[in-house]
């Protein structure tokens, strides 16, 4: 029984008068269906809980249940392929129990208790262990080997080890003894706190790409493995298809899939699409390394603000196994409403646009999370993560899309214009940017091409002078420009339909390996260098255009298959001899 009862209930948020017995971010369990809660102030008169489930028909004088701990996130293998709501209950288990809709108060555990995993022993006894060590295996997927870890604040040596064999998920396979004499026993599961980051040997210097094989992103505004971009766009401007391009394509291991606030039948689409895709990479179901955490608009508020710290916990998980981990949260933007929602209902003092105040560090405390780790069993992994944000009326001054430009080191503009004209990925190549390029020129220098930073600087460099070019042109037409000027509009536009642009239904477009990206864009400053010659030489424009080298350099892309560089040679051979007959 409880002594402590519901004094309030103001949408999601409970409070209780007059007691001692919660703490901060406790977890507690409200009214007579148990819902879940979590303690967010306390002051000497009024204990504040807010409820990650549907209040209707919850009473003042209703109990509230202390629990001693705080809002835990279980991990243990069964995380990947399965779907979670956004406090971490798996919803195909409760499909099953209640049918299309969720049930209040109902506490299923994430993950199955009765399975049996092959589990592979690879400490024996006397062994020193100490926190985020590895002390076993077991395949969790056909991809991914899910490796058992030391809780990060236990230490100890071996006392006794079950052998290899098959055990459930609360079976003690070792039992660990620390300095003061006790014993823990370690199972395959622990749990551990979403709001706490877990912790790292040392936080190592960010100088990889996490290659995604988009044309724009790889090579105008990269990301590093470890790094945080943000993904502005209005309604329609494909944020969730960039995610799922990214989630199929990038080089990450494991894939985290928030969608945190979505409608319900993008959230679905989401669901169907990923179960049917095949890995590229390996040939098996995608699931098999990808979790989904499914937070829809029309759930409880509250559980959409925790999902954003449930997923980045279910990614530092497998980061501390050695992982790389890419996490897509979609969308940031619904997350912060969640958080204005609840803080009105708190009677907070509203800042910009009625947000909270505290909005920036919240921001800041999700994106501080990712990084390049060494872990503490010495191997690297990484969190990086990738946030949707939906600003009301492609409006990229308000508040969610400002604070997190603050908090992001890469900015992938999303235009309405673009969208519209078909032109995907819609990443706007003037109004974006990568704060990664000095930090990968590096690893793009020794690993694909020591001129790779050069050819992505000079093709950048036509973009900008045609963005200078067209304000000219609108106001007084192309016709009064210079030959030299016209080719420079007449190359961006082979950049822009022939190389940012990318079709995601192309068997060899849909993902471009480096060193074609590359040859890509060795042939179009070629052919741009060459046409400059010959136009300074006194060449009509018209007469280098008639060759249809433009045409068809904007079509290489589908012409060249990925497998096929040699064909590129055939290309800047046919620019040298078509253009060496207009001399």
Not at 262 to 269: A, D
Not at 389 to 416: H, I, M, Y
Not at 548 to 569: A, H, Q, R, T, W
Request: hydrophobic share 35%.
């Amino acid at each position: 029984m409880s002594n402590n009862t519901i004094y309030s209930i103001n949408g999601p948020v409970v409070t209780i008068k007059d007691t001692k017995d919660f703490s901060m971010m406790e977890m507690v369990y409200v009214g007579e269906k148990r819902l879940i809660g979590e303690v967010i102030s306390i002051t000497d008169a009024l204990t504040t809980i807010q409820v990650y489930e549907g209040t209707t028909g919850l009473k003042p004088g209703e109990p509230v249940y202390t629990t001693g701990s705080p809002m835990c996130a279980t991990l243990g293998p069964g995380i990947l392929s399965n779907i979670f709501d956004g406090i971490e209950r798996p919803l195909k288990q409760l499909e099953k129990r209640t049918g299309a809709f969720i049930g209040e108060g109902i506490n299923e555990g994430a993950l199955d208790t009765e399975r049996l995993w092959d589990v592979k022993v690879t400490v024996k006894v006397g062994d020193k262990l100490r926190g985020g060590q590895i002390y076993g295996t077991t395949q969790e997927t056909s991809l991914i080997e899910h490796r058992f870890l030391v809780p990060p604040d236990l230490a100890g040596q071996v006392v006794d080890c079950a052998p290899d064999g098959k055990y459930k998920l609360n079976d003690c396979i070792v039992k660990l003894k620390d300095e003061r004499g006790n014993i823990h026993q370690l199972t395959l599961c622990q749990r551990w706190p979403i709001r706490i980051p877990r912790p790292v040997d040392n936080r190592l210097p960010i100088n990889m790409p996490l290659i995604t094989g988009q044309r724009v992103i790889d090579t105008l505004f990269p990301i590093a493995k470890g790094g945080t971009a943000a993904v502005p766009g209005g309604f329609g401007t494909g944020k969730t298809m960039t995610q799922h391009q990214l989630a199929k394509w990038c080089d990450a291991q494991v894939i985290v899939y928030i969608g945190c606030g979505e409608r319900g039948n993008e959230m679905t689409q989401v669901l169907e699409e990923f179960s049917e895709l095949i890995d590229p990479k390996s040939g098996k179901a995608l699931t098999d390394r990808t979790v989904l955490i499914a937070n829809t608009s029309n759930m409880p508020v509250a559980a959409r603000e925790a999902s954003i710290y449930t997923g980045i916990t279910l990614a530092e998980y497998y980061r501390d196994m050695g992982y790389h981990v890419a996490i897509m949260a979609d969308s940031t933007s619904r997350w912060a409403e969640a958080l204005r929602e609840i803080s009105g209902r708190l009677e907070e003092m509203p800042a910009e646009e009625g947000f909270p105040a505290y909005l920036p560090s919240r921001l800041s405390e999700f994106y501080e999370r990712a990084g390049y780790m060494e872990t503490f069993s010495g191997k690297e992994g990484s969190v990086s993560i990738i946030g949707a944000v939906s600003p009301q009326g492609s409006d990229f001054s308000e508040p969610v899309t400002q604070n997190t430009k603050r908090f992001v080191r890469c900015f992938w503009a999303l235009d309405k214009s673009l969208a519209y004209a078909r032109h995907y990925p819609a990443i706007n190549w003037t109004s974006s940017y990568s704060e990664y390029i000095d930090d990968l020129s590096k690893w793009y220098r020794d690993n694909i091409d020591p001129a790779y930073m050069k050819k992505r600087q000079e093709l950048s460099g036509i973009l900008q002078e045609e963005s200078k070019l067209m304000e000219i042109v609108k106001l007084i037409g192309s016709d009064v420009l210079p030959d030299d000027q016209k080719l420079t509009i007449e190359t961006a536009r082979v950049i822009r339909v022939g190389f940012l642009q990318q079709n995601a239904y192309h068997k060899d477009d849909t993902y471009v390996p480096l060193q074609k990206q590359l040859l890509m864009m060795n042939v179009i400053l070629h052919l741009y260098e060459k046409s400059k010659e010959l136009i300074s030489g006194g060449t009509a424009l018209a007469d280098v255009l008639g060759t249809g080298l433009f045409e068809k350099v904007s079509k290489m892309k589908y012409d060249i298959p990925n497998d096929k560089p040699e064909l590129f040679d055939e290309y800047m051979a046919d620019i040298d001899k078509q253009l060496g007959n207009l001399h």
